[in-house]
């Protein structure tokens, strides 16, 4: 799937200039573990959570930086549940980066087309 790899890579790229990597999504999803997965490769802490609540005060403890994705089917909502909740701890500056723009769209099939 294209917006996975896409996301793995991204991770991977992000997690070399980070201390913290978050992943926004569910324990059962593989995708959202994957990327977990990639960022820990990377050499960077990583942890997976479903919400603010899961998020441990030690983990950020030593943490100048923290990257913070999402598994593809992720609520946006909880992304910025978990950003709001690294923001109240103090200032922060929220940098938002692309590594690729997917641009590959399906049609739905004719029949259950309009």
């Not at 990377?42 to 950020?60: E, K, N, Q, R, Y």
């Not at 938002?96 to 723009?101: C, K």
Request: charged content about 25%; aromatic content about 2%.
């Amino acid at each position: 799937c294209y917006a996975t790899q896409n996301r793995q890579e991204a991770v991977a790229a992000i997690a070399a200039d980070v201390d913290l990597v978050l992943v926004v999504g569910s324990p059962n999803s593989s995708n959202s573990r994957r990327l977990a997965e990639v960022a820990s490769r990377s050499g960077t802490p990583a942890h997976l959570v479903d919400g603010c609540a899961d998020i441990s005060a030690d983990w950020l403890r030593d943490a100048r930086s923290i990257g913070i994705t999402a598994g593809a089917s992720a609520p946006e909502a909880k992304v910025d549940e978990v950003i709001a909740a690294i923001a109240s701890l103090g200032a922060i500056v929220v940098e938002e980066r692309r590594t690729s723009e997917e641009s590959v769209s399906f049609q739905l099939p004719t029949e259950v087309r309009p």
